[in-house]
Structures are given as structure tokens and as C-alpha cells.
Nanobody, 128 residues
Framework: QVQLVESGGGLVQAGDPLRLSCAAS????????MGWFRQGPGKEREFVAA????????DYADSVKGRFTISRDSAKNTVSLQMNGLKAEDTADYYC?????????????????????WGRGTQVTVSS
């Protein structure tokens, strides 16, 4: 059974770093394209970051580029999102998503519809 469980969320101050982790079970992250999305209060869910099946390609939303870094640990079967320089506008529920066995090894996927499996989210609150 495929399962994604996010962790690492919490309450931080503006400028602080935070690292989110997504533990995967029932599949291997190195065989999948992975993504992070977020949904802020009163907002629609939006793309944050994605990494390709190969691990060699990644992409970010303009709003987080240069501050967030997506990575994966094949040994632990996890995907992480390192968030630096957090801002109040980063406050949101953060979701991990998986696209199993993508045909293209190097593509990153930035749309919700590309992902079939989702975690339940972890809340990040940034106080200013």
C-alpha cells in the first residue's frame, strides 16, 4: 500500500529555517517523480518544488526559488524540503506527492494532476 507521511512542520519565526520530510512506503522514491505543494489559508493548493525520477532535475515555484531545496534520500526512502529564509507568506499546509514510474526519467511535474499519491500534509506557520 502506497503511503506518504509528511513531518517537520511547526511554528517558526520569519527568517528561520525548517526542514520537511516525506516518508514513503509501498514504493521506491528513486523510481518516482516527487513533488511538494502547499495550501495557505484561504488559498488554492500551489506547486512548491519537484524532483525528477533520476534525481538530476528539480524545479521550484518562483516564490521559493533560492530559498527552498528539494532532495531525496534513497537509503531512507524519503524526500525532503529544506526551507530557508522563511517568510510569513510561506505559512501553509505542505503536501508531499508522488508520481510512480514516470516514463520520462528527467522530467519534473509541476501540476497537481500529474500526481496520483498524496500525503495528508504538515502545517508550517511563520510568524512575523
Amino acid at each position: 500500500q502506497v503511503q506518504l507521511v509528511e513531518s517537520g512542520g511547526g511554528l517558526v519565526q520569519a527568517g528561520d529555517p525548517l526542514r520537511l520530510s516525506c516518508a514513503a512506503s509501498g514504493f521506491i522514491v528513486s523510481s518516482s517523480a516527487m513533488g511538494w505543494f502547499r495550501q495557505g489559508p484561504g488559498k488554492e493548493r500551489e506547486f512548491v518544488a519537484a524532483i525528477s525520477k533520476s534525481g538530476g532535475s528539480s524545479d521550484y515555484a518562483d516564490s521559493v526559488k533560492g530559498r527552498f531545496t528539494i532532495s531525496r534520500d534513497s537509503a531512507k526512502n524519503t524526500v525532503s524540503l529544506q526551507m530557508n529564509g522563511l517568510k510569513a507568506e510561506d505559512t501553509a499546509d505542505y503536501y508531499c506527492a508522488a508520481k510512480l514510474f514516470p516514463i520520462d526519467t528527467w522530467s519534473v511535474f509541476k501540476t497537481e494532476g500529474a500526481y496520483y499519491y498524496w500525503g495528508r500534509g504538515t502545517q508550517v506557520t511563520v510568524s512575523s
